[in-house]
């Protein structure tokens, strides 16, 4: 389905009834990562995937997407649906949103999953790299894409999973170029929000690959202490929904149902 926003549309699907579950995906990446997950959840409840704005068939609004500029595109699509409170599972930039999402309207989250995401904002070090990125992607966003998804698996797994992966590849190339830009731009300005693993009063839940390249297990683990985060660990990298995707489906059903 399409919502017209800002000018422009964001896509979304809305499947089941009961407890909503706002289902976000992450960067280069659309909606449609969530597909074998969505006959399960939808059974006991009301599963919303979105398209972050600049990915999928959402459009883009301006220069830069901020995870606060997503979480608006979000929350515009809840009002639409006169959903108020949802339990959100944010896959790594999708958890960036739940978090700006969450800062903003703590009211209406019932519960937060972080998967293979982090509250920390970026260090100095991965803003450069994320500068890097930018200027790889303007000059050759297609091999921007593939080294980028390539490099989020474990070795092993991307010889396991060397089909799934070319088919996430697929997918992720339809992403445009000024899409993956403003979404890198975002993520490198995005707020610290550790504090609301703290303070915040639902259910939380963290998704760590223990093996993962993009985010630093022992940083994760600090982040989480003396707070009441649910830690899931898997041996897998960055990419749980294919990695780990049996164990990863057992955890989020759990998760909603303890909520």
Request: aromatic share 8%; charged share 25%.
């Amino acid at each position: 389905m399409i919502l017209e926003y800002k000018g422009t549309n964001i896509f979304y699907t809305d499947t089941g009834k009961g407890t909503a579950v706002v289902l976000l995906h992450g960067f280069l990446e659309s909606s449609k990562i969530w597909d074998s997950f969505i006959p399960k959840l939808s059974k006991k409840n009301r599963v919303i995937c979105i398209d972050l704005l600049g990915h999928g068939k959402t459009g883009c609004l301006g220069y830069i997407h901020s995870m606060e500029l997503m979480a608006e595109a979000v929350d515009a699509v809840l009002k639409h649906l006169r959903i108020r409170k949802s339990i959100f599972i944010g896959h790594s930039m999708g958890g960036y949103v739940a978090l700006a999402f969450a800062e903003k309207k703590p009211d209406n989250v019932k519960g937060l999953c972080l998967m293979n995401s982090t509250a920390s904002a970026d260090t100095p070090e991965k803003r450069k790299n994320r500068e890097r990125g930018i200027q790889a992607v303007k000059q050759n966003h297609k091999t921007f894409i593939r080294i980028a998804i390539s490099n989020l698996f474990t070795p092993k797994n991307r010889t396991i999973f060397k089909n799934e992966i070319e088919d996430l590849v697929d997918n992720c190339l339809q992403t445009p170029l000024q899409g993956i830009v403003a979404a890198l731009e975002g993520m490198k300005i995005r707020d610290d929000r550790e504090v609301l693993l703290h303070f915040s009063p639902y259910k939380k839940m963290m998704i760590i690959g223990k093996n993962d390249p993009a985010l630093d297990y022992n940083q994760l683990i600090t982040q989480t202490e003396n707070t009441e985060v649910k830690i899931v660990e898997f041996e897998g990298g960055h990419m749980s929904f294919i990695e780990n995707k049996e164990e990863l489906l057992s955890s989020l059903m759990h998760f909603v149902e303890f909520i």
